[in-house]
């Protein structure tokens, strides 16, 4: 059996139950916290003054903690990405009714939701 024949596989025997994991392992959109919740609002006037106290308590931050960051960032800007990428995965089906297809929206609904507040 080749491997992209054992990837199909998979895909289809997950679909099966797709719409529980869903329900188990996503949160809602609405529920979805941002990074932007964690940071200074720029609209106040207490905005310099709290990236200033940013600034301060992650200077002695080390360079692994950063590198992970920027990783972490390049990751989910690139969230788009994978879901384009998993509907063209062979054994997605296309209905956009279907297990698989909720599961993309609510995995990156949190791109959405960020996108539309």
């Known amino acids: ?3 992209k024949n054992i990837r199909k596989d998979v895909m289809l025997t997950l679909e099966k139950n797709i719409d ?3 329900d188990k392992f996503l949160i809602p959109a609405e529920k979805i916290w941002q ?3 964690f940071l200074p609002n720029s609209q106040k006037d ?3 003054a709290e990236v200033d106290e ?3 308590l992650s200077r002695d931050l080390d360079d692994d903690f950063w590198v992970v960051l920027v990783g972490d960032t390049i990751t ?3 969230l788009p990405t994978y879901e384009s990428w998993l509907l063209d ?3 997605i089906h296309q209905n956009p009714d279907n297990g698989w297809a ?6 990156t609904a949190e791109e959405n939701r960020h996108e539309t507040c």
């Open 1 to 3: 059996m080749s491997l």
């Open 20 to 22: 529980q994991f869903v």
């Open 35 to 37: 990074t932007t919740d």
């Open 46 to 48: 207490s905005f310099i």
């Open 54 to 56: 940013i600034k301060a």
């Open 76 to 78: 989910e800007e690139a």
């Open 89 to 91: 995965f062979d054994g």
């Open 102 to 107: 909720k599961w993309e929206r609510t995995w």
